[in-house]
Each structure stands twice: as C-alpha cells, then as structure tokens.
C-alpha cells in the first residue's frame, strides 16, 4: 500500500461504480477520497518508488512538502463534492468525477514527466463527461472544444517531455525553465491548463456548461494542477509574475458585465489562479507558501461559490443575472454559504483568503514591486467587486425575481456548510493550514495594519458597487453573450475557413464547367468524324472494298519491286 | 419585463422589502467606511511603499479602482456585447 500513488485510489476505485448499486454507490464514493487522504497522510516525505518501462525509470510516487498539499486538498475537494452530488444518480458521472479526481491526485505525486503526461491526459479525458452529461447539443459542442484544447495541452506536453529526453537523458519532473524548445514547450502546455491570458477562454467556455455537479468537480483540479505543475518546473521564472499580473486583472472586467452567474465564477477563478501564478513567479519561500496556501484555500471557497450558484442553478433552473434576485427568501442556507464563500474569496479577515493571498502580496511587496503590487491591490478590490457582491446580491437580493423555490437538499446543504466551515476555519486558525506548506511560515496574517487596511479596501469597494447601483451608473445584468477569445476559434476561423471554402468552390465550379464545355466540345467533334453517315464511320461496298484492297497490294509490288 | 414581476404571491413581508431598512443599511455601510477611514489615524503602519503612507490610502485606492472598473467594462460592453443566441446561430 505504501507504494500505491494515492491517485489510484479514486482512478481504480471508480471502475467499480457500475457494478454497485444506487444506495451502495454514494457511500463507496464518499469513502474513496477518505481513504485518499488517509494515504496522502501516512505516505512519509521523500516516499518515492520506481519502475522501469520500455528502457525508462519512471517514478510514478513522489511525495514531498509540495505533493502533499495539493493531495490533502484535492481529496478533500472530491469527498465534497461527491457529498455535493449525493442526490445524482447518473452514472457517467459518478464513474467520470471520480476518475478525474484520481488523475489529478496522481499527475501531483508523480515524479516524472511521461508519468505526469499520463495523468495530465486522464484529466482531460475524464473531465470532458462532466460537461457532455448536460446531455444539449450546446453542451456537446462546448465539450467539443473543451477536448481539443485540453488533449492539445498534453501533446504539446508530450513534445517538450521528448525534446527534453533527448537533451538531458533525464525524464525527472523537478525545475524545468524557460529559453529551451523543450522548456518553453511544457511551459505552454502547463500555460494552457492554467489558463494564462489569451489562452485562458475553454474555462469560461466550459465550465458553466456543465452540469449543477460537474461544475464543481472542474473548478477544483484542472487549473489548480497546472498551478502545482508550474510552482514545480517554473518557480522563480520571472515573466510569470507579469503573466499571473496580467491575469489577476483583465477577467475581472469581464465578470463585472457577464450576466450568467457561473460564467462570472469561471472568469473570477481565471483571476485568482493570477495570484498564484504570481508567487510562482517570484519564487521566493514566502512566495510559494502563499501559492501552495492560497491554491487549498481558493479551491474550498470556489468549490462553495460554484456549490451555491449550482443549487441556484437546481432549483430554479437558471443562473443568469438578469432572472434571479430574491432568493435569499426562499433559499436563507445557501445565502448564508453564498457569503461565506464570497467573504473568502474577497480576503475579508477571518475568512480564508485573508491569510492566504496576503502572503503573496506580502512577497510582492517584499520584492519592491510596486506596480505588481498595485495590480494585485486592484485586483483584489476587483474581485470583492463582482464576486463578493455582484454574486450574492444580483441572485439572492437586488430585484425580487417572484421565485419561490425550495430550499436546496440536505446533501447540498450539508456540503456548502462542510466547505463553509473550513474557508472561515482556516481564516480564524491559519496556523493549520501553516503547518502543512512546504517551507517554514514566517508570517502573521493578523496585524492591525493588515486588518485595518484590507477593511479599508473591501469596504470602500463596497461603498463604491453602492454608490454606482444608487446612480444608476452599475451596468445592470442583461441577457448578453460577450466576446473573448473564443470568438477567434468560433466565429472568425468558421468565418475564414467558409470563406476560403466559398472561394474553391467557385473556382472549381468554374473549372469544371469550363472542362464540361471542352468535353462537350470534344464529343462533337467525334461524332461529326464518327457519327451516324460520318466519313469514318460509312459502310462501303464489297467491290469498292476489293479494289482498295488490290490496289494496296498492287502499291506494295511496285514499291517491292523499285 | 413581465418576468420580473413576482409570480407567485408571497404574502410575507421581508425586512429588506422595506425601503427604509435598505436605507438603514446603506448608512451603516457609509458609517463603517467613515470609521474606517479615520482609523488610519490611530495606528502604526509598516509600509513597504511610500504610497501606503499616505492617509487614507487602501481606502481611496479602493473607491477610485473599482469606479474605474465599472466605467471601463460598461464601455468594453459597447464593443463585445452581443445578443444571447450569437454563437447558436450558424454554429
């Protein structure tokens, strides 16, 4: 057992699913991650185990201060929301949830790239069911697409794993860099699942085309192992503070006008995957801590975030913005979850944000980088802006939307005020969370400078959502679809390609026509020579026969005979 | 819009349904923030940058960013806003 990756745990555990019944099921699904996690815990640091294969050593575990975190908080991320999802009963999701939590558990402790590229892949694979279970001809397009890029992300991976074998002899996953082919190739391939600028849009794309469950299961693994993948093979890779920068920033003014509600999720999610990008790229101790802390308390209050709008989204059959309002009537608990994950998402103190971004903020400022530290300062009022506020108040409070619903069921209940209680947990004793970072923690979240200060910024961006709503400045929420990215590949590419194909088709049709004339042309000729009566075709007398016959022979003698 | 209207009656009454409590709590929130402001005169600050020293600063910063933010996105509304069914259509 001790040399078992935790991963397959959940990988190998989920091919039984089927084979249990419905009441069996859900208990076995809630206990694989138990057990994960147990294991994750008994697993010594510096555990690791090899095998060989095909002339490579591959070390598929290793465990050290790093994998440790991502595999405590991925095994809790899939125990809630497996308890999330309690009431479904479909298979293709109990068997696909599953086996996507164990990929992404697995491709963290493995050791080595081809190792990591097998797992990398499984998340991409698994994960796509959770969207297709929507089971609508937009979902199965939104799918679509969402495997390409995923599956695209692994064989650009696969192409830097080889160059870089080729040029080091070594498959081992420690510090990569950028300035080689091989390096700049997993770069961008981590870049993709992490959703750097410009290549982040198949998250907000997809995410909030999956189902109420599924949702939640995405927001936990993907992006957050690209985050672990980059703090291993990029730390201290300088233009990862300007990439993570960039991205704290620009979704933030997409989620301000973006009217379905998980959408403004999956662009607040780009936002913080920003701050960890950024400790990453400093790369300092302090740094790192704030990027492994932040990821653990980032996935909990997304989970929760993306919980409440999916029992929102279950209850009322709707996420959008400009439908909802009044909730908080009909649905008080999952309000009450709503702020929770929304205080901690906004680093409000005693909630887990506040002892976990600050540390990266802290390094940032430590690092005497002012204008990184200004757009992370923006960003962080940005993100209280549209995902502290806007989320609550346009579902739960602002225009009474006349439904009334049923409060979401117990399961649902139950997991928000699971995952609640630890995002306000860790906020009020961060020194559990602390203890299991990588390096040493030197830091006190709890200063009256930092309290004071970081209430000065939420609620004065809070006066300011008041203040703008009171005008009638705020844009309201109107049914709306913006374009980012994505337009590139699904309006402009079609547009192009239909173009360019419009255009052959006409010269084709040009040619071809043209050689229809010439054959048209042709035939007629071979019938005026071949035709019914024409020269060649005549049928000639016995005699007349004879004589040409005769006079051939009587050519060839003369000729024999000069 | 009709669907906005209430469609089920609910005879009760919320405390927020009361424009008056909606008051209330917009001048607790303009006197927390006054609180907060002020505060920044009774204690010590270790800044890293100069800007922090200034009085009053995460608050101002705070204000004027997100007003920004909000001018800024309604304005990129006009170039990317598009109608819900715009990519449905020849998908």
Not at chain 1, 114 to 127: D, G
Request: hydrophobic letters at 50%.
């Amino acid at each position: 057992m001790s040399s078992l990756n935790p991963g397959l745990i959940l990988v190998i555990g989920a091919v039984l699913v089927p084979l249990l019944p419905q009441t069996l099921r859900r208990w076995y699904l809630l206990a694989l991650p138990v057990v994960g996690f147990v294991h994750v815990h008994t697993l010594a640091d510096g555990t690791s185990v090899t095998m060989d294969m095909l002339g490579m050593t591959l070390e598929v575990l290793r465990v050290d201060g790093l994998s440790r975190v991502w595999g405590y908080i991925f095994n809790i991320a899939a125990f809630l929301s497996m308890l999330f999802a309690w009431h479904d009963k479909d298979t293709m999701q109990q068997v696909s949830a599953p086996i996507y939590a164990g990929a992404a558990i697995g491709a963290v402790f493995a050791g080595d790239l081809v190792t990591l590229f097998v797992y990398w892949e499984l998340t991409a694979i698994s994960s796509v069911f959770l969207i297709w279970a929507s089971r609508t001809k937009r979902a199965y397009k939104t799918g679509m697409r969402y495997l390409l890029i995923q599956v695209g992300s692994g064989v650009i991976l696969l192409a830097g794993v080889l160059v870089w074998y080729a040029k080091t002899g070594s498959i081992e996953f420690g510090n990569i860099g950028i300035g080689t082919l091989a390096g700049n190739l997993i770069f961008i391939a981590f870049g993709i699942k992490c959703a750097f600028p410009l290549l982040h849009n198949w998250l907000q794309d997809a995410y909030p085309e999956a189902t109420v469950t599924g949702t939640v299961v995405l927001s936990a693994f993907t992006t957050k192992l690209a985050v672990y993948a980059l703090a291993r093979g990029f730390a201290g890779t300088e233009v990862l503070i300007y990439v993570g920068a960039t991205m704290t920033a620009f979704p933030i003014f997409y989620a301000v006008i973006e009217n379905d509600l998980r959408r403004v999720l999956a662009y607040s999610l780009n936002n913080q995957l920003g701050f960890m990008v950024v400790g990453i790229g400093i790369g300092t101790e302090l740094s790192l801590n704030g990027t492994a802390s932040h990821a653990f308390s980032h996935i909990l209050y997304k989970a929760l975030l993306f919980m409440s709008m999916g029992a929102v989204l279950f209850r009322t059959g709707t996420c959008k913005g400009s439908e909802l309002g009044g909730l908080y009537k009909s649905m008080p608990w999952t309000t009450g979850f709503c702020i929770v994950g929304a205080a901690s998402i906004s680093a409000f103190p005693l909630f887990s944000g506040f002892v976990s971004k600050s540390m990266i903020m802290t390094a940032a400022a430590a690092d005497h980088r002012w204008f990184v530290w200004g757009v992370l300062l923006f960003a962080s009022a940005g993100v209280f802006h549209h995902s502290g506020i806007k989320i609550p108040y346009f579902a739960f409070f602002a225009h009474d939307s006349g439904k009334r619903v049923k409060e979401a069921p117990w399961n649902m209940l139950l997991a928000m005020g699971l995952t609640a209680f630890l995002c306000i947990f860790i906020g009020v004793y961060p020194k559990a969370l602390y203890d299991i970072l990588p390096f040493p923690v030197d830091y006190v979240p709890y200063t009256t400078a930092h309290v004071i200060t970081q209430l000065q910024l939420l609620m004065f961006s809070a006066l300011a959502f008041t203040v703008l709503m009171l005008y009638k400045i705020y844009p309201p929420e109107l049914k709306s679809t913006n374009l980012d990215t994505d337009w590139i590949y699904r309006k402009l590419l079609p547009c192009v390609t239909g173009y360019v194909g419009r255009v052959i088709g006409k010269i084709d049709r040009m040619i071809r026509e043209e050689a229809f004339v010439i054959l048209g042309d042709l035939i007629a000729m071979i019938e005026r020579q071949h035709g019914d009566r024409a020269p060649i075709s005549q049928t000639m007398h016995a005699g007349t026969m004879a004589l040409i016959v005769i006079s051939i022979l009587f050519l060839f003698l003369v000729v024999m005979l000069v | 819009m009709s669907e906005r209207e209430p469609n089920i009656h609910d005879p009760k009454k919320y405390w927020l349904d009361e424009p008056k409590n909606v008051r209330k709590v917009i001048i607790a929130l303009f006197v927390v923030c006054a609180g907060l402001f002020v505060a920044d005169a009774f204690y010590h600050k270790h800044p890293h940058f100069q800007a922090e020293e200034w009085f009053g600063f995460y608050a101002i910063y705070g204000f004027v960013m997100c007003v920004g933010l909000v001018l800024a996105a309604k304005l990129m509304r006009v170039f990317l806003m598009r109608d819900e069914e715009y990519y449905d259509k020849n998908e």
